[in-house]
Structure formats: structure tokens, C-alpha cells
């Protein structure tokens, strides 16, 4: 990153981060918040069984904190126990993750943004409860350099850069740990339906569909692990 990422709003009014060098944001433009709560909540999260939890949960790419706020919403409304690991090579200045946190507390159909602040507040490379139902662990660095323990994760939260601006991001040299570090019977979710990243991840044992997408994308990502 050479320049600095600056935050925008969405049409939803929520907040994404804008990178000019590679003409890339964190999240739709049609809405930050609704695209989350529709990739990774309604298609991820609430899609699994009780018997799920308690639940563990790998973000690749935790960004603005944004998904990772909605899931420890969802704990905390549902009392189902979630441990979150949220992987960022580029984590956010200060600077930036309160500007972030500004512009959520406008926000109406939202989760108490004390859970957001918690979220950005919490240390790097160890976990934090941000409350009674909800564990975060971030760490930082490329999800190619973390080391990922075989069968851990219940649901993965797929959200790195776009292949036209991170095309490594899904190729299968860097799924395959991802994928392995998925349980038995786990999902994976993704904004992305491009057809080699659909074509690597059936490579690894994976059945993947294509399931509606959110406003702005006709079509996402759900793959559940052989």
C-alpha cells in the first residue's frame, strides 16, 4: 500500500475504506453493512445448525471490524458462544478505525457499536472477550504466513481483496490450508463466484453453489466441506 486508504460511505450509510492503488473498497458500495449482514450472516452464520455451537469462526481479511461486529451482535442477541479469529495483513491506523467507529454510531439497524469499539480496542495475537458470548483473536499478517491448525473451524469468512486485485488470494496454493483447517461438514463464504475460485475450492473437497447475492450482486459464494 502506497497511499493512505481513506474511508467513504456507502449507500447504506455505513463506512468502507477506499484504496486508490487499486481502485478497490473493503465493501459494496451499494452498502457496507448490508453486504455483511447478507454474505456472512445470513448465508454463513444463520444458515448453521445448533449443534454447531459453540461455534469457531476464521474471517480472512478482518478489515474495518465490520463482520466481526455483526457476528458478536449475533452472539450476544442469540447466546450462542462464537471464538473469532480475524486474519489482516494491513491492519487499520487508529486514525482510520476511529473514523470508522464515527460513522457507525450514526447507524440505526445496527449492533450496539460498544461491541465495534471493543473490537477495535482489542490487543493483536491473543483473545479477548468482547462480552459474555463472544471471543476475538486477531492476528496479523498474511493468512499464507498464520499457521492454521487441521479440522478448527466451523465457518470462514472469505473476504480478501477481488481476484482482479489479489488474484493469489484464490488460487488453490492458498485455499488449501484455509480448506483444511475447516471441519468436517463446514462453510465457507464468499462474495466471489468467479469460476476458477469455484473450480479450485471443488478441487479440495468441497461442494460448492452459487446462492442469491447481496443488493448490487446477483449471485454469491457458499461451499460446505466434504
Known sequence: MTTQPKIIKTADGSPSIYLEDLNETYHSRHGALQESRHVFIKMGLES??????????????LGTGLNAWLSAGFAEEQKKKIHYTGVEAF???????????????N?????????????IDADWEKPTAINNFFTLEKRTGKIQEVTLHDAEFDLVYYDAFGPQAQSEMWETAVLEPVVKSMSKGGTLVSYCVQGQFRRNLKSLGMNVKKVPGPPGKREMTRAIKR
Open 91 to 105: 491492519p487499520l491506523s487508529e486514525e482510520l478505525s476511529n473514523q470508522v467507529l464515527e460513522v457507525c454510531e
Open 107 to 119: 447507524l440505526t439497524e445496527a449492533p450496539d457499536c460498544k461491541l465495534l469499539k471493543a473490537i
Open 48 to 61: 448453521l445448525t445448533s449443534e454447531r455451537f459453540p461455534l469457531k469462526i476464521l474471517e480472512v481479511g
